[in-house]
């Protein structure tokens, strides 16, 4: 079982529409977690990087949530647009040294007219 | 400032060939990280590379390995290529080693293995 699940798999929205993306993890105790916006044939963005106290972390459109207690992330974009369809990933790194990140396999979104 | 460049973009090997892969970081970064990215696994750590030296390793076969020269370029090399190294390839690089430094990605390398 992925220790780091995001739903759903994959979603389709309206341009100019709202929309949540989740994150549920089990992993721990993390540093941080991070949301990156991948494109088809590009590699990962960083969107958003969230240490365990924080709760909240906008960059634009974008905003992420965290809950440390129920290990819930959430990613919501506001007024999406075309250039919005992309695969999200979400990444949660672990404390106790070395590089240890754990992904997620993705939400791809689909911004449609 | 020019971004992570990884090179080939495209390669086709076949099975038990070997290959290598490139990755220049961005000016000034010195910590360089490889992942597998594939459909039904998701992205997955391969290693990390500070200062020449190997840092931090994932779970993957002594088949792949890798190096950091001195200006920080690296190379990932994998040998006895088998049909599930299908994959695409990223390196990302950030200014020094530590979970809390940004990582900037570059577009990878897409191998396909016959």
């Known amino acids: 079982k992925n220790q780091v699940e995001q739903s759903p798999q994959s979603l389709i929205i309206l341009e100019g529409k709202n929309c949540t993306l989740q994150c549920n993890y089990t992993v721990s105790p993390f540093s941080n977690l991070r949301w990156y916006k991948q494109d088809t044939g590009r590699g990962p963005v960083s969107l958003t990087i969230?240490?365990?106290?924080?709760n909240t972390k906008s960059n634009g459109r974008y905003t992420a949530t965290l809950d440390a207690d129920t290990k819930q992330s959430s990613l919501h974009i506001t007024a999406s647009q075309l250039s919005d369809s992309a695969s999200y990933i979400c990444v949660v790194i672990l404390t106790g040294g070395g590089n240890k990140l754990t992904f997620g396999t993705g939400t791809q979104l689909k911004v449609e007219l | 400032k020019a971004g992570v460049t990884q090179t080939p973009r495209y390669l086709i090997k076949t099975r038990g060939q070997q290959v290598t892969l490139s990755c220049s970081p961005i000016?000034?970064?010195?910590?360089v990280s490889w992942y597998q990215q594939t459909p039904g696994q998701g992205l997955q750590f391969l290693f990390e590379y500070f200062s020449e030296t190997q840092r931090n390793k994932g779970n993957f076969p002594g088949r792949f390995s890798g190096r950091q020269f001195s200006n920080s370029r690296s190379e990932m090399n994998v040998s006895t290529l088998e049909l599930g190294d299908s994959a695409l390839y990223l390196c990302?690089?950030?200014?020094?080693?530590?979970?809390?430094?940004?990582?900037?990605f570059g577009d990878g390398t897409r191998l396909s293995i016959l």
């Open positions: 000016s000034g970064h010195r910590s």
């Open positions: 969230m240490t365990f106290s924080e």
């Open positions: 990302a690089s950030s200014l020094t080693t530590g979970v809390d430094q940004p990582q900037h």
